[in-house]
């Protein structure tokens, strides 16, 4: 898709992303580039291909510009997005992670006139630290950088350390989503006969991209555990990825036969997760979960490993449990709590619904980035 030369009475933003496929910082540009239109022009720019979520903005009258970009430092991605934003008289970018970043900050020693938001949203896992890395981004990157956001204190923490940018310089803006409509109770039993559990049983869910950072194994291994003593707890896996196979050998491995259920992806992930009785993050490392925040809006409490955001997020013991990382004995026994105590559940779940009411809202999170926006347009931010 070609740019082609506009001229809006609203200032225009451009969003910069990796690609626009099925994720949780994806769908957070899809969101943010849907509900902003109201307020600003939007375009979107890609990294790689546009992805699902691209060709639905297209659909919508938003242009989406992929990039296509060649493997290593593709330097011919400044000379296009320098084109593009000339063409369309860009007054801000919204670079989501740190390669847009990266891209991004280049381009604007050859068009200047932009403001440039980074925003940081997870972080690789294991991280090393890389000093002249540090020393690139203090020296080229911050100086044309306008303004930082971390989703959670714990990646704003991460910036410093292992990107060398100040915390001084890095706000934090928590993700918020869009409500969840609640099932209703034959809505529920419909779609819990469709996955195979019936009333009596306690199914304990995953939603997410089957991706190794994300630890599903220590999930499956716990799950087991806690079966011992409570044969009535099932697992239910939405999602695909690049585990999916790895997965369903273990799970076969550890005879859960049709006690843990890999249903793929499925497009309305968050309406689904309502079926389960509580949600399960075991990941190695995360920002500010979607995932999470769906499943609180939900009214479900949740058992996540104490990292990244979820500390954040998770009251210990009201709305939840957080448990050590790669801990398996630790998640068996948060599971194993829930499992047997559903007033236990309905009462975390609901102080789940009342602090995702209070602090995580969809709409919270667009009047913050609105505020930070016309900040920066006017000079301020």
Not at 161 to 169: A, D, R
């Amino acid at each position: 898709m070609r740019p082609s030369p506009t001229s809006s009475p609203k200032p225009v933003i451009c969003y910069l992303a990796h690609q626009l496929n099925p994720g949780g910082t994806e769908r957070l540009v899809f969101e943010m580039a849907k509900a902003l239109a109201r307020d600003y022009s939007v375009l979107v720019c890609t990294l790689e291909g546009p992805g699902l979520y691209g060709y639905e903005l297209r659909k919508l009258g938003l242009p989406v510009y992929p990039l296509w970009r060649s493997p290593g430092v593709d330097l011919n991605l400044v000379l296009a997005l320098r084109q593009i934003w000339a063409s369309h008289q860009v007054k801000l970018v919204h670079a989501h992670q740190y390669s847009p970043y990266f891209y991004a900050a280049l381009t604007k020693y050859f068009y200047p006139g932009v403001k440039l938001l980074f925003e940081e949203h997870g972080r690789h896992y294991p991280e090393t630290k890389k000093p002249l890395k540090n020393l690139f981004n203090r020296l080229l990157l911050v100086p044309v950088t306008n303004a930082f956001v971390a989703v959670s204190q714990e990646v704003r923490e991460r910036l410093r350390v292992y990107e060398g940018i100040p915390s001084k310089y890095v706000r934090v803006i928590y993700n918020g989503i869009p409500d969840v409509p609640p099932l209703s109770p034959e809505e529920r039993a419909g779609l819990r006969q469709k996955f195979g559990f019936s009333e009596q049983d306690v199914v304990a869910a995953f939603v997410g991209r089957l991706d190794p950072i994300k630890n599903l194994p220590l999930f499956l291994k716990a799950l087991y555990l806690a079966r011992l003593k409570a044969p009535h707890l099932k697992g239910l896996i939405i999602g695909d990825g690049p585990e999916r196979e790895k997965l369903t050998s273990l799970a076969r491995a550890l005879n859960l036969g049709e006690a843990c259920l890999l249903a793929g992806f499925c497009p309305d992930g968050a309406r689904v997760l309502q079926a389960a009785d509580f949600f399960v993050l075991p990941s190695f490392s995360e920002g500010t979960s979607l995932a999470l925040l769906e499943a609180m809006a939900g009214g479900l409490p949740a058992v996540a490993t104490a990292v990244g955001g979820n500390p954040e997020i998770i009251k210990d013991g009201q709305t939840g449990f957080l448990v050590p990382s790669n801990d398996m004995p630790a998640l068996a026994a948060a599971l194993l709590i829930l499992a047997e105590d559903r007033g236990l559940r309905q009462k975390m779940g609901a102080r789940a619904r009342r602090l995702y009411l209070q602090r995580f809202t969809f709409e919270k999170m667009l009047s913050a980035y609105r505020n930070l926006y016309e900040n920066m347009l006017s000079g301020k931010g």
